[in-house]
């Protein structure tokens, strides 16, 4: 292998008559000069005597031609292949043209792609072709993980991409980025395994009902049950009344549907802190009673006319809250108020509390909060600020030299669809909570790792301060171009985006400083929902068939005119109704499917057993 053409401090081409070269795999350069230079390869292609080199375009020019016979290649009879290799750091000098150039030892590039040990580590996935250079790779980085490829279970024949996970503290957040089917799911599960491994303690919001690690896969070794629980809001966990300061109160009801400054003006009015939520309502069912009624003399017309003392005593309260509030609060804006707070109360989020959740993260579990997109909305918005204020709270009074003895651990906050709970261009009750986190959250221990298949729709400002980006294949132009604009990927990476198989990524890493692109490992763990749909619907059909040939085994064979004689005596078995045109097209499918057989007599059509 030679370096041919014109070269830059940047990148140069190499030629070889032996070596096909594949994308991202790495060389060194060995310059007399500068010594040996690392760097990998970004586009590569193949020529032979029926395509002439003049059909590379900007691939190869003239320089690159020149240097390729100069240095002994046949361009008109031999196949020659040719690399652009960009190096890791810019040089202080071009590279000399005809150097040689070999494939790197383990050792010698080992502190560029490795920068951690495993059991220190989030355990992603291996290096894409690095597998000459794994060859000779110490033993403690063998063997780690399964590889799934071409849907075969693969054992790990490449170099592994270990995260260090404890460098967040300097480079917080991560973004995982990819269209649908891109494998996006599947790495954040894999990102949620190995939090579990290190103990982590993690919320992940899961408006999909997907992240459940009950099921293992074919060949996982690894049990997660005790290191997380599913809970589902309303049912399982909730929001107690008692605990909510009016922010909260605003940002819940907000997240309903959008409050107006005079909704606002009403909870900041009548909210009295530590009331229950009945006493909360009441109040605003009497005002708004009160208010119907429409003056103080119309109401105490219906305290005198009214000789029930319960109900007398009722209105004399109905009064009194008419007489405090009606000037400052509206009946309309108390009308929108109580709608929302009813419509939370339906919803369950206030029949329960977070105690489980804090028990839970104190434990240092991971926790999957369960619900449409709309209640995790709201539920988030209450608790993220509630987690995150209150181990800011710890850490301040570290710092401040007060003596804290209610410890809250730090955490990381997890989400799909990270565009519905933090979008571009509009606000969101969850989406102000979030985007103090990723300016402040790196301070408290607080991270966020999160996931959308559309980055462009996720706030700038959330996006910018992701320092670890997992970008798998992505169709859309327009999330091209915030890729581009947001990560070190190259021009000829970004190409290739569209195209990447399912599972591999381009991991863009502040750490490290470079990208590299790997291949996500097989989790240990499977979805509840991996079954194909349609395997579904032949299986329940199958399953009726089967069901229904039990029902009518005993009364074979059954004739033409024996099909009412059946139907009722299914009814009586069975309690279900059958009509003569439905039990005939149970039997002729029961004939299609192999469970019984038809024959034609002088009587007529028979069905019998096989």
Avoid at 81 to 89: G, L, M, N
Avoid at 232 to 246: A, R, S
Wanted: glycine share 6%; hydrophobic share 35%; charged share 30%.
């Amino acid at each position: 292998m030679k370096v041919i053409g014109i070269t830059t401090t940047r990148e140069v081409f190499v030629g070889s008559k032996d070596k096909n070269f594949r994308n991202n795999e790495f060389l060194i350069v060995e310059d007399p000069v500068q010594g040996d230079i690392i760097g990998g390869v970004v586009e590569s292609k193949t020529f032979n005597r029926f395509i002439p080199l003049e059909m590379g375009g900007d691939f190869i020019d003239s320089s690159v031609l020149t240097s390729l016979k100069t240095l002994g290649y046949n361009i008109d009879k031999e196949t020659v292949y040719v690399a652009k290799i960009r190096f890791f750091e810019e040089l202080l000098y071009p590279p000399l043209t005809g150097i040689d150039v070999r494939t790197p030892e383990f050792s010698e590039i080992k502190n560029l792609l490795i920068d951690t040990e495993p059991n220190m580590s989030l355990i992603l996935g291996t290096i894409k072709n690095t597998d000459n250079i794994a060859k000779n790779m110490d033993d403690k980085y063998k063997i780690l993980m399964h590889i799934l490829d071409n849907n075969e279970i693969k054992e790990q024949n490449e170099l592994p991409y270990l995260f260090d996970y404890r460098s967040m503290h300097q480079y917080p957040h991560i973004g995982v980025f990819g269209g649908s089917g891109s494998g996006k799911s599947f790495g954040l599960r894999v990102i949620l395994e190995e939090l579990m491994e290190k103990n982590v303690p993690t919320i992940v919001l899961d408006p999909h009902y997907e992240m459940d690690f009950t099921y293992r896969s074919d060949f996982g070794d690894k049990d997660y049950i005790g290191k997380f629980s599913c809970l589902e809001i309303g049912v399982d966990t909730g929001i107690k009344f008692q605990d909510l300061e009016k922010r909260d109160l605003k940002n819940l009801l907000n997240a309903v549907s959008e409050l107006t400054d005079s909704m606002r003006n009403v909870i900041d009015i009548m909210m009295n802190k530590g009331s229950n939520l009945d006493s909360f309502k009441n109040k605003l069912e009497m005002l708004l009673e009160g208010q119907e009624l429409g003056s103080r003399d119309r109401i105490l017309e219906e305290i005198n006319a009214n000789v029930d003392i319960t109900e007398k005593k009722r209105l004399e309260m109905v009064l009194k809250i008419y007489e405090t509030y009606d000037k400052t609060c509206n009946s309309m804006s108390v009308r929108g108020v109580l709608w929302r707070l009813n419509n939370l109360y339906h919803e369950g989020v206030f029949s329960h509390n977070i105690d489980i959740i804090l028990e839970l993260l104190n434990n240092r579990k991971l926790v999957v909060l369960q619900g449409s997109t709309r209640i995790i909305n709201v539920f988030s918005t209450y608790l993220i600020s509630k987690l995150y204020y209150k181990r800011k709270e710890y850490r301040d009074d570290i710092h401040r030299n007060i003596d804290n003895s209610d410890y809250f651990p730090p955490f990381v906050i997890i989400t799909d669809e990270a565009h519905n709970f933090a979008p571009k261009g509009y606000d969101t009750p969850s989406k102000s909570i979030l985007r103090e986190i990723s300016q402040e959250g790196r301070k408290y221990g607080v991270f966020l790792i999160l996931a959308t298949q559309r980055p462009t729709l996720l706030d700038e400002t959330i996006t910018a301060q992701l320092n670890t980006k997992l970008i798998f294949r992505t169709v859309r132009a327009s999330d091209i171009d915030t890729i581009k604009e947001e990560t070190d990927l190259s021009l000829d990476e970004t190409k290739r985006l569209p195209y990447l198989s399912s599972g591999d990524v381009f991991i863009s890493s502040a750490k490290k400083g470079r990208t590299s692109f790997v291949r996500i490992r097989a989790a240990n763990t499977v979805s509840p929902h991996t079954e194909n749909p349609f395997d579904e619907l032949e299986e329940k059909d199958a399953k009726k068939y089967s069901d229904m040939y039990l029902e009518i085994k005993d009364f074979l064979p059954i004739g033409i005119t024996d099909i009412n004689n059946l139907c009722i005596s299914l009814n009586k078995k069975t309690n279900i109704s059958y009509s003569y045109e439905e039990m005939k097209i149970i039997l002729d499918e029961l004939v299609d499917r192999d469970y019984i057989e038809m024959e034609d007599d002088f009587l007529g059509k028979m069905y019998k057993a096989k």
